[in-house]
C-alpha cells in the first residue's frame, strides 16, 4: 500500500470511529410517544415557557393535524409519528463550562472533536444532545462586541423575549408544510444569535446538534439576526448514530440578515441512515445585503431540504453551493428556493449530487421573480455525478418569471466516471478504489473548498466512507 493509499484509509477509520458509536440512554426525562395537546402541554410546562409560547404551540398542533403530507418527494411511510418520542431531557442543564459537562455527553463531543474546534478555529460554540442545549459558550472577546449567542430557550426569557417574539416562525410560518406545524408545536432546543450593527465576527460560530435516543425526535431551532452593515460565519453540524427504529430530525431554522449586512451559513449534515430529515431552512435578506448557503448532506433514510433565501431589498445577492451524496438505501430529495422580490437582485444555485449503490438523488431548484424585480438575474446550475448503473439522479427545475427585464438560466449534467480517468490514476500507482475517491473529492471541491480547512477534510473524509458503504 503506497503512503498516499494509506492516508485515505486512515483517515477514513478516523472519521468512521468518529461517528460510528452510540452512549447508553441516560435521560433524566423522556416523554410518552404520540403528539397529544397534554404532551405539548406537558412539554411548554416543562421549559417553563412564557404563555404566548404555550398557547402558539397547541394553535401549530391544530394546523399540523389540518395539513396534509407534503405531495412532493419520496415516500415517508416508514415514518409514524405516533411512534416518535418528541422530547428527551439528557442528564445534564446547561453548562457554561466544559468541564462540567457530564461524562459520557462530554466524551461524545470529544470524540467528534467539538472542544478541539472551539480551541482552535472558533468564535463560540453550542452543543446540543437530544432535546436540549447541554453547554454554550461565547468568547469574551466576541461579547465585548455585543454579539449575542445563547441557547434559544434562555433567549426565550427577558431581555431578548421581545426579540424572540418578534421573529420566531415568522420566515417559516406553522402553515408552510406538515412539518414546519409539527416543529412548531414540539420545538426545543437550538441557537439564537444576534449580530449587532456594523460588528464583523471574523472567525465563526458553530452549533452542534447529536440525536442519541433511539426512536426520538431532534427539532431545534436556529433564529439569526444580522444587523444593518454586521457580518457573521455560522456552522452547523448534526450526526447521529443508527437505530433500528426510525428517527425524525424536523428543525427550522430562520436567518435575518439587514441592509448591508452578511451572512454566511454552512452545514455538515452526517445522519445515520435510519433518519428522517424533515429539515426547513429560510433566510431573508434586505438592500445590498448577502446571504451565502454552503451545505454538504451525508446520511439518514429520506431528506426533504430545500432552504429558500427572499431577496426583499434591491441589490440583495444570495448563493447557495451544496453537494448530496446517497447510498444505498438512501432516497435524498434536496435543493434550494430563490426568490426575487426587489430590483438589482441576483441569484447563484450551485449543486452537485452523487449516487451510489441505488441510492436515490433528486434536485429541486425554484426561481421566483416578481414583477418589482426588475434588473434581476438569477442562474440555476446542477451537476450530478452517478457511480454505477443501479443508482438514480433527476432534475426537477421550476421557474416563475413575471417581468421581461430580468436574466435568467438553469443548465444541467449529469455524468459517470470516465474509465480512461480510472486508468490513468492506477497507472500512476492508486488503487481503482483510491482513484474513484479522488475523482469523486474534485467533483465536490467546488463546495468543500468554501468552507474552513479542518471542515473540509472533514467533508472529504466523509465522502471516503460513502464510497466505502461504511457510514451507516
Known sequence: MNKQNQYINEAAMQVENRYDFRNEEKDSYRINKGLTPEIIEEISAKKDEPQWMRDFRLRCLETYHDLDVPPWGPSIDGLNIDNIVTYVKPNTSMQGKWNDVPEDIKDTFEKLGIPQAEQKSLAGVGAQYDSEVVYHNLKEE??????????????????????????????????????????????????????????????????????????????????????????LHFIEGCSAPKYNVANLH???????????????????????????????????????????????????HISYLYPMTILA???????????????????????????????????????????????????????????????????????????????????????????????VGHEAKIGRISDQAIFYLMSRGMSEAAARAMIVNGFANPVSKELPVEYAVEMNHLIQLEMEGAIG
Open 250 to 300: 424536523a428543525g427550522c431554522v430562520e436567518l435575518f440578515v439587514a441592509d448591508d449586512a452578511k451572512l454566511r451559513y454552512s452545514t455538515i449534515e452526517n445522519w445515520s441512515k435510519n433518519m428522517y430529515n424533515l429539515n426547513t431552512k429560510r433566510a431573508k435578506v434586505g438592500k445590498n445585503g448577502t446571504m451565502e448557503w454552503i451545505s454538504g448532506s451525508f446520511g439518514s
Open 313 to 407: 431589498g434591491e441589490n440583495a445577492k444570495a448563493e447557495f453551493t451544496g453537494i448530496t451524496f446517497a447510498g444505498k438505501g438512501q432516497n435524498l430529495d434536496t435543493g434550494a428556493k430563490m426568490v426575487h422580490n426587489a430590483k438589482n437582485t441576483s441569484s447563484l444555485i450551485n449543486t452537485k449530487s452523487i449516487s451510489k449503490d441505488g441510492g436515490a438523488s433528486t434536485f429541486r431548484s425554484s426561481v421566483v421573480v416578481s414583477k418589482n424585480a426588475t434588473g434581476s438575474k438569477a442562474l440555476v446550475s446542477c451537476q450530478s455525478l452517478m457511480l454505477d448503473n443501479i443508482s438514480r439522479s433527476d432534475t426537477i427545475p421550476a421557474m416563475d418569471i413575471r417581468t421581461n427585464k430580468a436574466s
Open 142 to 231: 466576541v461579547a465585548k462586541l455585543g454579539v449575542v449567542y445563547t441557547d434559544i430557550e434562555t433567549a426565550l426569557k427577558e431581555p431578548y423575549e421581545p426579540m424572540i417574539k418578534e421573529h420566531f416562525m415568522k420566515l417559516v410560518t406553522p402553515r408552510d408544510h406538515k412539518f414546519a406545524a409539527l416543529h412548531g408545536a414540539v420545538w426545543s432546543g437550538g441557537s439564537f444569535v444576534y449580530v449587532p450593527p456594523g460588528v464583523k465576527v471574523d472567525i465563526p460560530l458553530q452549533s452542534y446538534f447529536r440525536l442519541n435516543a433511539a426512536g426520538a425526535g431532534q427539532f431545534e431551532h436556529t433564529l439569526i439576526i444580522v444587523d444593518k452593515g454586521a457580518d
